[in-house]
């Protein structure tokens, strides 16, 4: 089952790119060729710099291929805690540059058939009223163009939704496709090693003056504590047909609620999320919900998602470290990664050319991690290394577990999985079980 194919997967012609072989010499490499690092190489090549890309596999073979595709600048209820922990400065910054990400993907998506289509997001609570109120008067604040909205279309009960009028939807592997055509990059040229500048892959060494990690989940453990700073969530998407069209994207504000946003005929619900490596509803919750809301419909595809999630909901966008001078990172997008790809790439290839981007603080992976969140995450990777198991993952040693729904052994440390013969699946872990 971990295999089973997206609807993007199952429609997307992507180009194919060579391997890498022997030595190169570049400005700037980039490692990873998910939408973040393709849309950094993109803007690269539009500022004449010098660059190359390796990815491990094949483009959007990771978490790209698997995401619902929503483009907003509405990250769940985030803007009231952004404002509480890091002023209404910093609320306004994440805002405007997810607005800026936005519109150019509006602006990119001209130039190529990738479906994009402009829909109202909205944000539900089916628990209070109150979060959403407290997000609104934030909003409000900042000048947003949100809106309280009573009334909602979904099969069950809620206390209004905070909504985005003209986010967007799109299909990321036709994008992907398109605006990858010309880029220099390597395929199946996996990542081996370090070596200061040098950077080590199975096909031969690739030395940068400047490199930036975009693996979903960084692979270098000894900087940044990565390890400790992020864990990792999965999520799973039905595709229903013989549903009515909801006409908008739809997401609960809590982090185990539903998802909603239709494709052609078809209807994306998503939910059943729970951290990798522990029980939680997968698709036998949306099975059943969905025969609870849609008894009249038809699953026609299913397909799960992985998900970096930091300790404040921000991303880590910038210095991979304090002390590593020309290593550079984007992950921990929880959940929102088209936006958050887009708003990496502006971000990166500035401070790559030395300009000013009054943003680099707000996303800074340096920035402080004092949470209740480091303390679950400190409690897991305890609980990983000291439980039993003979399969133990290769990243740091944690013991893994077996994953009944998707036959596979994950990781509840850091969310590396395996399938049943022991290939990987998902990193930070860097090769197959032995």
């Known amino acids: 089952m971990q295999h089973s194919l997206s609807l993007w997967e199952k429609d997307a012609e992507l180009p194919a790119f060579e391997s890498l072989n022997g030595e190169k010499k570049t400005e700037v490499l980039i490692i990873g060729g998910g939408l973040a690092g393709i849309?950094?190489?993109?803007?690269?090549?539009?500022?004449?710099?010098?660059?190359?890309?390796?990815?491990?596999d094949k483009i959007g073979a990771g978490i790209t291929g698997h995401t619902t595709a929503k483009i907003t600048a509405q990250h769940g209820l985030i803007y009231h805690k952004i404002a509480g922990k890091y002023g209404l400065e910093a609320a306004a910054r994440y805002l405007e540059i997810n607005r800026m990400a936005l519109e150019n993907y509006r602006v990119l998506c001209k130039e190529m058939q990738c479906d994009f289509a402009e829909k109202d997001n909205f944000v539900y609570s089916i628990e209070n009223r109150?979060?959403?109120?407290?997000?609104?008067?934030?909003?409000?604040?900042?000048?947003?163009?949100?809106?309280?909205?009573?009334?909602?279309?979904?099969?069950?009960?809620?206390?209004?939704?905070?909504?985005?009028?003209?986010?967007?939807?799109?299909?990321?592997?036709k994008f992907l496709a398109g605006i990858s055509k010309n880029l220099v990059i390597y395929e199946h040229t996996k990542v081996r090693e370090f070596r200061g500048k040098t950077v080590v892959t199975d096909k031969g060494k690739i030395t940068a003056k400047q490199i930036i990690v975009a693996t979903h989940f960084p692979m270098l453990n000894k900087h940044g504590g990565y390890f400790l700073k992020l864990y990792q969530h999965r999520s799973y998407v039905l595709g229903l047909k013989n549903v009515p069209s909801l006409e908008g994207m739809y997401v609960d504000e809590a982090k185990k609620g539903f998802s909603f946003r239709n494709v052609g005929d078809y209807l994306l619900f998503g939910g059943g999320s729970h951290r990798t490596g522990k029980q939680g509803g997968s698709y036998t919750e949306l099975r059943q919900a969905a025969a609870v809301y849609y008894p009249q419909a038809k699953e026609v595809f299913h397909w799960a998602a992985q998900d970096c999630m930091t300790l404040d909901s921000l991303p880590y966008i910038g210095k991979y470290a304090k002390g590593t001078k020309g290593l550079y990172v984007a992950?921990?997008?929880?959940?929102?990664?088209?936006?958050?790809?887009?708003?990496?790439?502006?971000?990166?290839?500035?401070?790559?050319?030395?300009?000013?981007?009054?943003?680099?603080?707000?996303?800074?992976?340096?920035?402080?991690?004092l949470s209740g969140q480091l303390f679950l995450n400190l409690a897991e990777s305890t609980a990983g290394l000291l439980s039993f198991s003979k399969k133990r993952c290769p990243h740091l040693g944690c013991a893994l577990k077996w994953n009944r729904e998707e036959h596979s052994w994950d990781c509840p440390c850091h969310g590396s999985r395996f399938d049943a013969d022991g290939h990987l699946l998902d990193n930070p872990a860097n090769g197959d079980l032995e």
């Open 331 to 369: 992950t921990g997008f929880n959940k929102w990664g088209m936006t958050s790809s887009m708003a990496a790439a502006m971000i990166l290839s500035d401070m790559l050319l030395g300009k000013e981007n009054d943003n680099v603080r707000v996303f800074s992976p340096s920035r402080g991690i």
């Open 130 to 173: 109150e979060k959403l109120e407290r997000e609104m008067k934030v909003l409000e604040r900042l000048g947003a163009d949100a809106k309280f909205t009573e009334e909602l279309p979904l099969p069950f009960p809620t206390y209004g939704a905070v909504s985005f009028p003209k986010q967007a939807q799109f299909h990321p592997l």
């Open 39 to 56: 849309l950094c190489a993109y803007f690269l090549q539009k500022l004449g710099v010098e660059y190359c890309l390796v990815e491990a």
